[in-house]
Antibody, heavy 119, light 111 residues
């Protein structure tokens, strides 16, 4: 069973960098899948942030591209997300998910980690 | 600002059939990109419901079905049950935005 577990600080100050990690278990990262980050602002809808392939190939949401970096560490079976220059608008639940390369559907999700941007 | 538009809410009595629309454009659904649907219960992560517009993951009841036509897609729930009360989201890819996009979300209420 594929499991994903996000972790990171629950509170980040404005203008600082948000750093999150997602631990993957039950699946090899060297498969035909992308590994994604998705966020959901309180009471709002879902927003795809970025994804990464085990080769290191990445794609970013253009609306966040200038502030986001996604990375992958196969030896640790984990993916990471850095979002810099955060504002209150970045307050959200952040999910990591596996994205099938064959269909682009997100078939396994973590439980999510809530990040609040506040001084 | 989502490029996939869903009705904010739909409701139905137990046993009834409800449908949720997902209206897109020629740069996403109309461009032939697949549509996927997710169910989200309060306080939990989204769960896959339909992928590739019409396919159900293992374990999803056949009461849930998807369709796609032109620039829109739909999710149908037949034999509505109390446990179906949740938020539902569609998802596709937008060639103009070069990003995966989600619908605005629909809250299903079982009367």
């Amino acid at each position: 069973q594929v499991q994903l577990q996000e972790s990171g600080p629950g509170l980040v100050k404005p203008s600082e960098t948000l750093s999150l990690t997602c631990a993957v278990s039950g699946a090899s990262m060297s498969t035909l899948n992308w590994w994604s980050w998705v966020r959901q602002s309180p009471g709002m809808g879902l927003e795809w942030i970025a994804h990464i392939y085990h080769t290191g190939s990445t794609n970013y949401n253009p609306s966040l591209r200038s502030r986001v970096t996604i990375s992958l560490d196969e030896s640790k079976n984990q993916i990471s997300l850095n979002l810099n220059s955060v504002t209150a608008a970045d307050t959200a639940m952040y999910y990591c998910a596996r994205q099938r390369s064959s269909s682009a559907s997100l078939d396994y999700w973590g439980h999510g980690t809530l990040v609040t941007v506040s001084s | 600002q989502s490029v996939l538009t869903q009705p904010p809410s739909v409701s139905g009595a137990p046993g009834q059939r409800v449908t949720i629309s997902c209206a897109g454009s020629t740069s996403n659904i109309g461009a032939g990109h697949d549509v996927h649907w997710y169910l989200q219960l309060p306080g939990t992560a989204p769960k896959p419901l339909i992928y590739n517009s019409i396919s159900r993951p293992s374990g999803v009841p056949d009461r849930f079905s998807g369709s796609k036509s032109g620039t829109s897609a739909s999710l149908a729930i037949t034999g509505l049950q109390a446990e179906d009360e949740a938020d539902y989201y569609c998802q596709s890819y937008d060639s103009s935005l070069t990003a995966y996009v989600f619908g605005t979300g629909t809250k299903v209420t079982v009367l």
